[in-house]
DNA sequence: AATGGGACCTGCGCGC
DNA sequence: TGCGCGCAGGTCCCAT
């Protein structure tokens, strides 16, 4: 879940925490998580480096690290890193004791004093120790990111497609950062219906996206990112966006504008959120008939 | 090129 | 109360 405006607020909150910190040791509690290199080795190079610098491309957070080397984290759907207060010595508890099944899969203890947990409840997050992160494959691939794109460069993207605009959004390869919260939101917010060939889309609801992307994402970040189900912040706690989603997880609710209930449907195995009345297809005389 | 499905995982909420 | 099932969605991979 953690979107381009999660993965940026673990960043900011990451930047006041952890620079120059020096990683003392490394517990590892399940190296599935470990995608790079094999879990013994990862600990051995790691430890002892200090963080440098807190990066982001798309979805993915890095790490520079004092060697110069870079710790990448993907968190996909359940990762989370969360910072606490190393417990002093003889105090020290598993994980998540009390609770029934610990869900941290890795602790970076960071001198002096503090440790960070990696959880991941699904397992699908990806830690990586690499010389350069820019030459990972899906980072090669990756899109622009929404900040720093200009309308112009968006158009000619927007022109060369033949896809339904929510799947687009989704396609990392077109756009680095958007995942199926923020996709829906910015459709309802540019009042686009996310079924909609994007050939079909007139140049003024093209700028209407783009800057509705753009407002989205910023208000997002603003806000801490959205905690529907297990992100959190370094500090543990919720991002407050959530209270801003207009349809996403809205199903059968009523439109905040027009209460007409909001519809779910599947798009490539996801679901999406939109209100059928605010986000209809504008008629149009040009438009060709198109019956049933 | 676009689209659809399965795979990776686990907990949750549902119907019975 | 308990069981089985579908669902959640980021990304990769294969098939059509």
């Known amino acids: 879940?953690?979107?381009?405006?999660?993965?940026?607020?673990?960043?900011?909150?990451?930047?006041?925490?952890?620079i120059g910190k020096k990683i003392s040791r490394i517990e590892i509690f399940n190296?599935?998580?470990?995608?790079?290199?094999?879990?013994?080795?990862?600990?051995?190079?790691?430890?002892?480096?200090?963080?440098?610098?807190?990066?982001?491309?798309?979805?993915?957070?890095?790490?520079?690290?004092?060697?110069?080397?870079?710790?990448?984290?993907h968190f996909k759907m359940t990762g989370q890193l969360v910072l606490r207060k190393q417990e002093p010595a003889g105090e020290r508890k598993l994980p998540d004791a009390g609770s029934k099944k610990s869900i941290t899969r890795v602790t970076f203890y960071l001198d002096p004093g503090l440790a960070l947990d990696y959880n991941d409840l699904r397992l699908f997050g990806e830690l990586r120790l690499i010389d350069d992160?820019?030459?990972?494959?899906?980072?090669?691939?990756?899109?622009?990111?929404?900040?720093?794109?200009s309308l112009t460069d968006f158009k000619k993207m927007l022109a060369k497609k033949k896809t339904k605009i929510k799947p687009l959004l989704l396609d990392q390869k077109f756009i680095a950062g958007i995942g199926n919260i923020y996709a829906s939101e910015i459709l309802f917010r540019s009042k686009i219906d996310p079924q909609r060939p994007v050939h079909d889309l007139s140049p003024l609801e093209q700028?209407?996206?783009?800057?509705?992307?753009?407002?989205?994402?910023?208000?997002?970040?603003?806000?801490?990112?959205?905690?529907?189900?297990?992100?959190?912040?370094?500090?543990?706690?919720?991002?407050?966006?959530?209270?801003?989603?207009?349809?996403?997880?809205?199903?059968?609710?009523?439109?905040?504008v027009c209460r007409t209930p909001i519809k779910r449907i599947a798009q490539g195995g996801r679901g999406t959120f939109f209100c059928s009345k605010c986000q209809a297809v504008p008629s149009s005389g040009a438009r060709k008939e198109n019956p049933r």
């Open 207 to 256: 700028t209407v996206l783009y800057k509705e992307m753009l407002k989205v994402l910023q208000s997002a970040i603003k806000h801490g990112g959205s905690s529907v189900d297990d992100y959190v912040r370094v500090s543990g706690k919720n991002g407050d966006y959530a209270r801003f989603h207009q349809v996403y997880g809205r199903n059968g609710k009523p439109c905040l």
């Open 31 to 73: 190296p599935k998580v470990i995608r790079q290199p094999q879990a013994a080795e990862f600990k051995r190079s790691l430890t002892g480096l200090r963080v440098k610098r807190v990066l982001r491309r798309g979805k993915l957070l890095i790490l520079e690290l004092s060697n110069a080397k870079f710790l990448t984290v």
């Open 1 to 18: 879940m953690p979107e381009l405006p999660e993965v940026e607020t673990i960043k900011g909150d990451l930047e006041k925490t952890v």
């Open 133 to 149: 992160w820019r030459k990972l494959k899906f980072i090669q691939e990756l899109g622009p990111e929404p900040f720093g794109l």
